[in-house]
């Protein structure tokens, strides 16, 4: 895991240099910080946001929630539930605290020096989702004291209730996204353009996305806290978020060597890509639901589906080439995009929502909303997706109970997520759909129970004493408590 992890921030340092080239001028020294201009970070913060949600993170979402499986290398640990403080260590200091977050940071403090308020919003925007990121997968960590530097090497830890509620000395994520739209509707000196690999510099859709990232923090707290998670999704509903698959927050990559994105990178180019191939459970759920998108989301290069069952201990199928995998939807020949928010997340949070909080609105009509939403995305025409729906009724309308109903959207919201196996993993921790059965010769610290959070680094744990050593990945997130 180690070496792929150091391949693949290579290959996102080429791309992030070749996404800024156009930005950078050759007599501006990129070390001198009066030359580090808001446009030379936005591509930066934005590609490494994106790597960081499509690389190892993935790798392990997707296998311990019994979408793909492991064939090999640490993958194969993941799917026995064995992980530990050696784990992810990457993730933590290059991706996210050292890659995207300290990128905005700085973004954030470049912006508002020359009142280019418009970066301003888009870096606290991002700096939220970055933040509810690592929260999500670690539990509590260092917020208000990060990304200071030298001037803070061995930042306190807050914990996950404050980081999302607030409190009178730390800022919520939900205020750091309500200050980031307040900025996009101010005065700038500067708008992005082409440095923004997004959106394109449309502040209109930055609004939405900012609203959508409030949509889905309220849902990850929902069942912890739903009287708070109802007043921001109703405040959300009052303002525009996203509602349309052109208005999804996606990231691009390249096609050539060197830009690609990870799950193409490990799914199709390393030698790591013998470590993962899709699960039987993952196709026989598709397929129970006679659901079209099975051939867009896996590959079946014999033509028929070569898979193998989570933790399987087994001889692997041969050859290797037969294996089926993540097809062209979720790794694009090399470009992805990387999904972050999306128009069918929001329809399905919105149908949990009137089910689960009794928000207004029709859960029925949300709920098929969201599946309309994916199918199109995989790229079914509308005749297509009106015959499925008229083939498969049962499946595609809500029963009227609770339970069955929750079961229902989060199974579907989970099939629509195939290529993001950490919104997978998050949904799965929060609600316990989709109903997963247990993996096969299951081990690490609880073979009873899949993992419901990443371990601490080690490296981290020894360098901060602030840090906690034993908190396993057993022990549930407080959103999730």
Known sequence: MK?????????????????????LDVNENPNNPESVTPDLLLPTGLTGTAFANNNELNRFG?????????????????????????DFGNQWRFELYGGALISFQEMIKSADAIGASAYSGIGKIMKAYAFALATDTWGDIPYSQALQGLENTQPELDSQEDIYKGTDQIQSL???????????????????????????????????A????????????????????????????????????????????????????????????????????ISTRFVNLLQSKNDPRLPIFVTAPTGEFVTIDNGFAGQ?????????????????????????????????IIAESVVRLGIAGDANAFYQEGIRASMSLAGLT????????????????????????????????????????IEQ?????????????PHQNAGGIDPNQRPLR???????????PNFPNNIFSNVPVWWNE
């Open 3 to 23: 070496t792929l992890n150091k391949i693949l921030l290579a290959a996102a340092v080429i791309f992030t240099a070749s996404s800024c080239q156009d930005f």
């Open 62 to 86: 997707s296998t311990v929630i019994s979408v793909t499986a492991g064939a090999g290398g640490s993958p194969a640990a993941y799917d026995i539930y064995d992980i530990d403080g050696d």
């Open 174 to 208: 939900f205020d750091l996204v309500r200050e980031g739209i307040a900025d996009l509707d101010a005065e700038s000196t500067a708008v992005p353009s082409q440095d923004d690999v997004a959106y394109g510099g449309d502040l209109l859709r930055w609004k939405k």
């Open 210 to 277: 900012g609203y959508t990232l409030m949509l889905k923090m309220a849902n990850t707290i929902s069942v912890r806290e739903p009287a708070l998670a109802t007043t921001i999704i109703n405040e959300v509903l009052q303002n525009d978020y996203i509602s349309s698959n052109d208005e999804d927050l996606n990231i691009n990559f390249g096609t050539s060597q060197g830009s690609y994105a990870p799950v193409h990178e490990w799914t199709n180019i390393s030698t790591f890509a013998a470590d993962l191939i």
């Open 316 to 348: 692997r199928p041969l050859p290797q080439t037969s294996w089926s995998r993540f097809n062209t939807y979720v790794t694009g020949n090399g470009a992805g995009p990387v999904r972050l928010l999306t128009n069918f997340q929001r329809a399905f």
């Open 382 to 421: 509308a005749t297509q997706i009106d015959q499925y729906f008229a083939d498969n009724s049962d499946e595609v309308n809500l029963t009227g109970n609770v339970e069955s109903d929750l079961e229902k959207i989060l199974t579907q919201k989970y099939i629509a997520w195939t290529g993001n196996g």
């Open 425 to 437: 993993w998050t949904d799965w921790r929060r609600t316990g759909y989709p109903t997963l059965a």
């Open 454 to 464: 990443a371990q601490y680094v080690s490296q981290e744990v020894a360098r901060n």
